[in-house]
């Protein structure tokens, strides 16, 4: 297996897995707007109880991607100005994983048939 095959078959096994993740996020903050966010309803949805926000970079993220979800994008951006790059990024690692993942077992499967 040459370097190139290597990394595209980590790159597939990370986005497949990650996928799941990026989908339950981007399923967040389409089902609650951001009002709904800061209050902390996602926490209360798994059983949680919302704390103080302890003020992380990542400040504002979820409301930012609820509001882009909800076509907001002024107050995405007010909110954090990472959801330019980030929300793009979810929906491409959702859309793409799980393809990537079912090729890369596939051709795995296939090459153990094969015989060389």
Same mark, same amino acid.
């Given at each position: 297996?040459? @370097? ?5 078959? $980590?790159?597939? #096994?990370?986005?497949?897995? *990650?996928?799941? !993740? ?6 967040? =903050?389409? $089902? #609650? ?11 209360? *949805? ?15 993220? =979820?409301?930012?991607? =609820? *509001? ?9 951006? @007010? $909110?954090?100005?990472? !959801?330019? !790059?980030?929300?793009?990024?979810? #929906?491409?690692? *959702? ?10 077992? $596939?051709?795995?499967? @296939? ?6």
């Amino acid at each position: 297996m040459t @370097t190139q095959e290597r990394i595209r078959a $980590w790159l597939a #096994w990370v986005l497949g897995l *990650a996928a799941p !993740v990026a989908m339950a996020i981007l399923f967040a =903050s389409l $089902w #609650w707007d951001p009002a709904e966010v800061a209050a902390g309803a996602p926490l209360r *949805a798994l059983g949680l109880e919302p704390t103080t926000c302890p003020g992380c970079c990542a400040c504002g993220l =979820s409301r930012a991607f =609820s *509001a882009m979800s909800h076509l907001r994008l002024h107050d995405a951006v @007010t $909110w954090n100005a990472g !959801v330019l !790059v980030n929300y793009p990024l979810a #929906w491409a690692v *959702a859309l793409a994983g799980p393809p990537l993942l079912a090729r890369r077992l $596939w051709r795995k499967r @296939t090459c153990r048939r094969t015989p060389r």
